[in-house]
């Protein structure tokens, strides 16, 4: 080897982490700017049925928005999870091969679900019902439209996420101005869901990949020894929320579900960051356990420190925010939510600091670990979401969520850590005794 090619090779050695950051940051400014889109549809969507509708029709549309969130966490746990943790960074044949049985497992599952909705709907009735069922028609696009945004960011193309979501947003606007003409949730519901099938459908226009219905049962066989453990561990966290949320109804009324919702949407910008994140940390944390499995842990506490300080921050602007100002975003809804900022801020910083956990060990694919963590997680969440509800009403729910969620971070990290040193002993070969 000659010292000229010796030299160019250093050359090369030397740029290469430089460059292999400035992909990373560019994956994760990709994931933050799709969910930036997606979060504002969602926050434009809350205010506008928040100041359309009032506290307790908008407790109804949360209740609808809670219950979409359930069957999401079953779409991500069984479709799009297994795809991000073993499909980012293939080979685009692979990848396009995975996300053709992944997205038709995603409409497969709106589609069952939806069902269900829509009868339950139609039973229930009443103010709760219609909402219920217009969400069960809606709910097809719905999942497919979320399944081709994870099945981009596995593929490291975030651009095509963000567009997906623009045009989304772009939808929703004559959609929105129709629905509050008719002045009812389930017209709402409807601009909303409607919106996302449009997106849905240009995803498809966008991967140039047709949904595989017939695929999806193949799908859930084939990673069934992730998909299972997913499903459970995203429908305890979804599961909760929800079991929160109908408790709180029960105990308080409906009104407070729209408080709650309330506090959500006034922490929607921070909210944004974190959920943009999530949608490629899993797939960064994988990359840095083939690179650089030492690096994992340090990648880890860099993500959920920064969010939980980024939380803080938020909440203590939203402290110095005018009566007016917030009377103007949320309407009547702003002085029931205003008494809880100051727990949801301590919730989603404690949610913020534990998702850095959270994805480290599904890239270890540790997960039966992250499962343990969801079950204790979720119980913790509901016990003192409602135990807070039956002692101090709804501030006394917050509060109670609030110490659940910092309770379990802890527990995430210590799983974490674990994991961390399981893999780190199963990679290196014991010492060999003469």
């Known amino acids: 080897m000659t010292p000229m090619t010796t030299g160019r090779q250093k050359t090369t050695a030397a740029a290469a982490p430089p460059t292999a950051r400035r992909a990373v940051v560019g994956r994760l400014s990709w994931g933050l700017a799709d969910q930036a889109a997606s979060s504002a549809t969602n926050f434009a969507v809350g205010i506008y049925v928040a100041r359309s509708l009032g506290l307790t029709a908008f407790g109804v549309f949360s209740l609808a928005w809670v219950t979409y969130g359930v069957v999401l966490s079953v779409s991500r746990g069984l479709a799009t999870d297994p795809l991000v943790v073993r499909f980012s960074g293939v080979s685009e044949a692979s990848w396009r091969g995975a996300v053709a049985r992944s997205s038709g497992t995603a409409l497969g599952a709106g589609a069952v679900i939806g069902a269900v909705c829509l ?21 097809p696009g719905l999942l497919l439209q979320d399944a081709w945004r994870y099945s981009f960011f596995a593929a490291g193309t975030g651009r095509k996420a963000f567009v997906n979501d623009v045009v989304w947003g772009v939808a929703l606007v004559p959609a929105m101005v129709v629905a509050a003409r008719v002045g009812s949730v389930a017209a709402f519901v409807l601009a909303w869901g409607g919106s996302a099938a449009v997106a849905a459908v240009y995803g498809c226009f966008q991967s140039g990949i047709r949904p595989q219905l017939t695929g999806a049962r193949a799908w859930v066989r084939e990673h069934r020894d992730l998909g299972y453990r997913y499903l459970v561990e995203n429908t305890c966290l979804s599961g909760a ?10 105990i308080v009324g409906v009104g407070a579900v729209g408080a709650v919702r309330g506090a959500e949407l006034l922490l929607g910008p921070f909210l944004a960051v974190l959920m943009g994140l999530s949608l490629v940390t899993v797939a960064e944390a994988a990359r840095v356990l083939r690179r650089a499995p030492h690096r994992l ?17 938020w909440g203590a602007a939203l ?9 103007l975003v949320l309407g009547d809804v702003w002085h029931s939510a205003a008494q809880l900022i100051v727990p949801a801020t301590l919730g989603v910083a404690g949610a913020g600091l534990g998702t850095g956990a959270a994805a480290g060990l599904r890239a270890l694919a540790a997960a039966r670990r992250s499962l343990r963590c969801q079950l204790f997680a979720s119980a913790c969440y509901v016990i003192g979401g409602l135990g807070g ?6 501030v006394g729910s917050a509060w109670g969520v609030a110490a659940a969620t910092v309770c379990s971070s802890a527990v995430w990290w210590l799983q974490l850590r674990s994991a961390l040193r399981e893999h780190h002993h199963n990679s290196v070969p014991e010492a060999r005794t003469p």
């Open 119 to 139: 009868v339950v709907g139609t039973a229930l009735g009443g103010s709760v019902g219609p909402a219920f069922a217009c969400l069960g028609v809606m709910l």
């Open 241 to 250: 929320s929800q079991l929160r949320a109908y408790g709180l109804g029960a």
């Open 297 to 313: 842990g340090r990648f880890c506490l860099l993500l959920g420190g920064g969010q939980a300080a980024a939380a803080l921050l």
């Open 319 to 327: 402290l110095l925010m005018p009566d007016r100002v917030g009377e």
């Open 389 to 394: 509800a039956a002692a101090a009403g709804t």
